[in-house]
């Protein structure tokens, strides 16, 4: 069933639930909505299109959408080719629509069309508006949300946010399931690096006082309720800021023993009063799922094999993540393993050296080979550590 928005405001877009892995690297358990919109007022707009994979079907909703009718205009907020990628399609269809996208965006236009000749253009900045009637647009600019073309916009009359790829999540629209959870999955792995920009966003709207009633996101679901936990969890997010009190363990393990003293571990920090506790095997859970868990949490053990002189490359796919996506503001204690000379320690200090206000704990923890009574004290101090960490 189609989301309904409005009498003027339509829903055009398309599920896919046969796509697996999104941008070539992130695991869809329940595929991805492309989601494109119609307003039909005395001008006619289209709200972005589709993924190519999809353009038969956007075309099919967007013919009975119009019944008959041209658009007058196509609003491309983000070029990015799962909402571009129909464009050609559609200019071939309605070749007297006119575009309308930011500067950049057209630019970007040139790189992905092969053919923009005879192309009607609206060029639009922060601030401008376009009118179809009784509807009217205002573009809010949106540069690294996450591309640097990205618009927003805003219609007053129905007070609905078209928000590109801000507050989009992973799941088709027929998928039942918490939207935090792969919002967050979505945002930290793929809009996390620009904080500072969706910073500056969420201060537009605040700055302009918009009244929001629905936001309409290129991905997920339309957030048509308690807009506040959304725009909440958002400046959470972009702030770098943990959403929730708890220690996530990474582990990277070969033969199972790092594992095991990783599982002591947590078995000891809950044993202090830690509520939550979370324990991720790198080897073999999602890595967007592990980044996500890292940014949601206020502390994180790194526990690692030693490989190669360095650490267990899982571990070190994982640091690389998590410096590419500025993580930062946390506190982080440390677990190495090694037989003969261990390594992962300095290997995972090094990465985290990198990241921007990182608080690396003193109390380390060492173990040659398995586990034993003798380690007892060093992760007990290591525990405690990381416990207290959160109570200060």
């Known amino acids: 069933m189609k989301p309904v928005i409005s009498d003027a405001i339509r829903y055009v877009g398309v599920d896919d639930d046969t796509l697996d892995i999104f941008e070539s690297q992130y695991i869809l358990e329940n595929g991805v909505s492309y989601n494109s919109y119609v307003i039909l ?49 559609a200019l071939e269809k ?13 630019t970007f236009m ?15 900045k922060d601030g401008d508006t376009l009118s179809l009637g009784s509807h009217t647009l205002s573009f809010i600019a949106a540069p690294m949300v996450h591309w640097p073309e990205v618009m ?26 918490d939207w935090a959870c792969e919002a967050r999955r979505y945002y930290f792995n793929i809009v996390g690096k620009y904080g500072a920009s969706v910073q500056a966003v969420l201060k537009k709207i605040n700055d302009n006082d ?11 679901p339309i957030l048509d309720s308690d807009i506040s936990y959304y725009m909440g969890l958002y400046d959470v997010w972009s702030r770098y800021e943990p959403e929730s ?24 920090i809950k044993a202090l009063g830690e509520e939550r506790v979370v324990v991720a095997d790198l080897s073999r859970e999602d890595i967007a799922e592990c980044v996500e868990d890292a940014f949601r949490h206020d502390r994180m053990i790194l526990a690692s094999a030693s490989y190669d002189a360095g650490a267990f490359m899982p571990m070190e796919d994982f640091l690389h993540h998590l410096v590419r996506k500025t993580y930062q503001n946390r506190t982080v204690g440390l677990l190495e393993n090694g037989t003969w000379a261990p390594s ?18 003193d109390e380390t923890v060492s173990i040659k080979s398995t ?6 004290d060093a992760m007990d101090a290591l525990a405690k550590a990381i416990f207290e960490a959160g109570r200060t």
Request: with cysteine; glycine share 6%; proline share 3%.
């Open 371 to 376: 586990y034993k009574p003798a380690d007892e």
């Open 245 to 268: 009190k708890g220690v996530f363990i990474a582990c990277a393990s070969i033969h199972g023993n790092t594992a095991h003293a990783a599982n002591v571990l947590a078995e000891k």
């Open 110 to 124: 040139d790189q992905f069309l092969s053919n923009t000749e005879g192309l009607k253009k609206l060029v639009v």
């Open 41 to 89: 007022d005395e001008k006619i707009a289209i709200m972005d299109t589709v993924d190519k994979r999809c353009t038969d079907e956007w075309l099919a909703n967007v013919e009975e959408t119009l019944g008959g009718s041209k658009p007058d205009y196509i609003v491309v907020h983000h070029m990015e080719p799962d909402h571009s990628g129909s464009l050609a399609d």
């Open 94 to 106: 309605y070749p007297d629509a006119v575009v309308v996208a930011s500067a950049k965006a057209f």
């Open 344 to 361: 992962a320690l300095k290997t995972m200090k090094g990465y985290l050296e990198e990241m921007k206000n990182i608080r690396i704990l």
């Open 210 to 220: 918009l009244d929001i009633e629905k936001i309409l996101p290129l991905h997920g």
């Open 152 to 177: 927003m916009s805003y219609e007053s009359l129905e007070k609905v946010v078209f928000s590109a790829d801000g507050f989009g999540k992973f799941g088709t629209l027929k998928t039942d399931e």
